[in-house]
């Protein structure tokens, strides 16, 4: 890889007193969490404790029920009015979302575009930049994820690894201020994994801020500087991965970690 991969201003996140159901299901139980400009955050937890709920919600790809989301102060999907909240038009939302990269467990390519116009395609369909400035850009980008000399290469003709690396490219191709990672080696062989690892290690000492739900419990130890375990949608413990996996207090966090270490 060439150079750090970074983002233009990392930005912090504010998550207030989130609710969330589905139908009789209770996801997310008033989450509260902040994450700090350039700090990396992994969410670790058992399935359906609302770890991608969460991540969702901080996006507003799901509205919360109650509560609400700032990043970099600015409320996200809605706005302060006489005291009250009121949701933002979808437009208004799509803009507040270039400022928040989402990378997936699944890529979510264009299957028919090449590596390079995958990561260039946002950046032009929202107006952020000219056609060639883009393609430039993505260019550097996917040198950046070790992928240079697979710009005109299709989804198809790449491995799962270098297709999650060309969905980070992609994330970062809006200069976003943070970055949410779903699970984003969760779809991969366990041989893939490492290489897209290795990228987001490169985005946490480039100083980037960084909310990742993942399993892999090397990378959390590695990489963050806090480690926040969820519940039945509810925060049990956070802090430094020296105390949540060394040490932790909670019984759940406990249970949760003898499973997976």
Known sequence: MSGRTTVERPVGVDVHGVHKRF???????????RVRPGEVTVLLGPSGSGKSTLLRVINHLEKPDAGYVEVDGEPIGVRRRGGRMKELTERATLVQ????GFVFQNFHLFPHLTALDNVAAAPVATGLSPRVEARERARELLGRVGL???ADAYPGQLSGGQQQRVAIARALALRPGVILFDEPTSALDPELVGEVL?????LATGGTTLLVVTHEIGFAREAADRVVFLDGGRVLEQGPPSEVLDRPRHRRTRDFLSRVL
Do not use: P, S, Y
């Open 148 to 150: 240079a000399g697979k």
């Open 23 to 33: 139908g009789q299901h209770r996801v997310l139980d008033g989450v509260d969490l």
């Open 97 to 100: 979302r270039r400022r928040i």
């Open 198 to 202: 290795g990228v987001i290690k490169d």
